[in-house]
T-cell receptor, first 114, second 111 residues
Framework: NAGVTQTPKFQVLKTGQSMTLQCAQDMNHNSMYWYRQDPGMGLRLIYYSASEGTTDKGEVPNGYNVSRLNKREFSLRLESAAPSQTSVYFC?????????????FGSGTRLTVV | SQQGEEDPQALSIQEGENATMNCSYKTSINNLQWYRQNSGRGLVHLILIRSNEREKHSGRLRVTLDTSKKSSSLLITASRAADTASYFCATDWDSNYQLIWGAGTKLIIKP
């Protein structure tokens, strides 16, 4: 099925550990995004990639790095995990510009940092 | 934060009734979208309305947009148990790389 695939679905880290969240889309979209979702906070943009070869900070980039590996893949790295990074992480993709047709989201990664 | 606002925060209705939720925003927009999120799942795009449109339908969904009031409403008619989910609005104005999201309305359909 066409869509956005995220791995892993669940992860528990100890404070200070590092990990990479993987995201791949097969819709040939140019733009990709990483969001975090916390209770009562809605969705907050961490980083986005407008097109292959470019990345930009969103609303909450501190503590994260990203890599746009190719047009399909966009990874999010936590170098030294902190309990404040406990959240559900969503990857999304879209075709930018107008007319705009919205985002396609992955199913999420539930991360707990202890 | 640049969050939009949705109300109500939570809504509980009987199956078969209509559900209406509202979204307000602060800046001029190009598009406004509604997404659904089932518990523990990703968001699913439901419908997009452009700034020059006033009403749009998709199946049991009806979206209205009032740019003078900077508000939108989502109506779900003849609700079903499967409509139980959180519903989010999102707007884009300058570019569609950084959407402005509402905090969501949690809808519960009682059988």
């Amino acid at each position: 099925n066409a869509g956005v695939t995220q791995t892993p679905k669940f992860q528990v880290l100890k404070t200070g550990q590092s990990m990479t969240l993987q995201c791949a889309q097969d819709m040939n979209h140019n733009s990709m995004y990483w969001y975090r979702q916390d209770p009562g906070m809605g969705l907050r943009l961490i980083y986005y990639s407008a097109s292959e070869g470019t990345t930009d900070k969103g609303e909450v980039p501190n503590g994260y790095n990203v890599s746009r590996l190719n047009k399909r893949e966009f990874s999010l790295r936590l170098e030294s995990a902190a309990p404040s990074q406990t959240s559900v992480y969503f990857c999304a993709s879209s075709e930018p510009g107008q007319p705009f047709y919205g985002y396609t989201f992955g199913s999420g990664t539930r991360l707990t940092v202890v | 934060s640049q969050q939009g606002e949705e109300d109500p925060q939570a809504l509980s209705i009987q199956e078969g009734e209509n559900a209406t939720m509202n979204c307000s925003y602060k800046t001029s927009i190009n598009n406004l979208q509604w997404y659904r999120q089932n518990s523990g799942r990703g968001l699913v795009h439901l419908i997009l309305i452009r700034s020059n449109e006033r009403e749009k339908h998709s199946g049991r969904l009806r979206v209205t947009l009032d740019t003078s009031k900077k508000s939108s409403s989502l109506l779900i008619t003849a609700s079903r148990a499967a409509d139980t989910a959180s519903y989010f609005c999102a707007t884009d104005w300058d570019s569609n790389y950084q959407l402005i999201w509402g905090a969501g309305t949690k809808l519960i359909i009682k059988p």
